[in-house]
């Protein structure tokens, strides 16, 4: 399903931007300049009301534009935007958005540049003409005259795209709980804000970093891509920062050791089928759970009360282990190994809104994250 769905993303994408392409350059500049050519032959002024006419009809010939034109860009679009909220809304895995921001970007830009460079001269060398011709420069703008919407929107939309672009690539981008293996740190449903430059600045797309600033500590709350070997999917996963590079780490019975040390618990508050208690990662205090019983799935699976691991791991240099506070719900480094550094997409550091639907959004949730 997911496969087929971004299979027919991308072929609408290129299909719509191909339109866009083939109207822009084999349609406009070509009927522009034909356009030119006409009125530069005649004499407007000295013409009657029925020459004019008809010379106005031979020139809005050009702009028509042939009907598997039109209905390409009429079927493409819409299709666009019901699959790719589909595909946010029921697909676990969304959509790659920084993928299609960087193309939008780009081809918002590329329309745009293609106008002001190709287009626009010729459309104010023929209001010149009619200005010499005519003597009304107040009479309304013909086609030939106008933007093409593919490029009005380009030009309306490409620093929105920018403006985005940049501040999700580089500063901060939203993020929504999708599981409850932060819990109760996070709760599913809340919408958290990531810190994109805090361990450095990388390039979108290829995550290459440029700039180095920080490096992940210990206890932070971290969101990052899974290791290619895992087998998950390549989607945004949230844990904490349980091992820097050279730690040893070890949970056994709902105890997490770090380099051959406990860590302290304190605060327990026991319920009917789990514990809340306070976990120190060092100078980090956060609240953990851990299960009393074993539960089921809604598609069957068991989740024992408690995931050991069966040795000691050491973490490899660049890498990091991760955990999520939900200690027994959570799929994590116990079970497919160290996170790498090029992996790491940035720090969470608040939450900024609730919304689990079919509830209204609740703002009680609203600060930091610990």
């Known amino acids: 399903m997911t496969e087929l769905i971004d299979s027919s993303i991308e072929f ?3 299909a719509i931007f191909l339109c866009f392409v083939y109207e822009l350059v084999f349609l406009a500049r ?5 356009a030119k050519k006409r009125l530069a032959e005649q004499n407007i002024e000295g013409m009657s009301e029925a020459d004019k006419r008809h010379l106005w009809a031979q020139i809005d010939q050009l702009a028509l ?3 598997w034109l039109k209905t390409a860009k009429s079927c493409f679009l819409p299709a666009i ?3 790719a909220c589909f595909k946010l809304l029921v697909v676990e895995d969304g959509i790659d958005l920084p993928l299609y921001l960087v193309i939008s970007v780009f081809v918002s830009g590329v329309f745009a540049l293609y106008d002001v ?3 626009k001269p010729l459309r104010r060398s023929i209001q010149q003409q009619l200005g010499q011709n005519s003597g009304d420069e107040q009479q309304p703008k013909r086609w030939y005259e106008k933007e093409l919407p593919s490029v009005e929107h380009s030009k309306s939309f490409f620093p929105i795209f920018l403006v985005v672009f940049v501040l999700r690539s580089f500063v901060i981008e939203p993020f929504q709980i999708p599981s409850e293996s932060m819990v109760p740190t996070l709760e599913v449903g809340d919408f958290i804000l990531v810190n994109k430059y805090t361990y450095g600045i990388r390039l979108p797309i290829i995550k290459h970093k440029v700039i180095e600033i920080n490096q992940p500590k210990r206890g932070d709350v971290m969101v990052f891509f899974p290791p290619e070997a895992s087998g998950n999917p390549k989607q945004y996963y949230i844990k904490r920062v349980i091992g820097l590079p050279g730690d040893t780490v070890f949970y056994e019975n709902n105890i997490l050791y770090i380099n051959g040390e406990a860590q302290k618990q304190t605060d ?7 514990e809340d208690f306070t976990e120190h990662l060092g100078e980090v205090k956060h609240q953990t759970r851990e299960w009393l019983v074993d539960r089921r799935t809604e598609q069957g699976q068991i989740i024992r009360a408690t995931i050991n691991m069966n040795e000691p791991v050491t973490v490899p240099s660049g890498h990091y282990f991760m955990m999520g506070d939900n200690r027994d719900n959570s799929n994590d480094s116990r079970s497919w190994g160290t996170v790498p550094e090029e992996n790491i997409v940035g720090k969470a550091f608040a939450i900024w809104m609730h ?7 609740s703002f009680s949730r609203v600060g930091g994250i610990e």
């Open 117 to 119: 460079l190709m287009l």
């Open 30 to 34: 070509p009927r522009l300049l034909k």
């Open 65 to 67: 534009l042939p009907d």
């Open 268 to 274: 327990r508050k026991r319920f009917a089928e789990y």
């Open 12 to 14: 609408a994408l290129v």
């Open 81 to 83: 935007i019901v699959l």
């Open 355 to 361: 919304l689990r639907l079919p509830s209204l959004p």
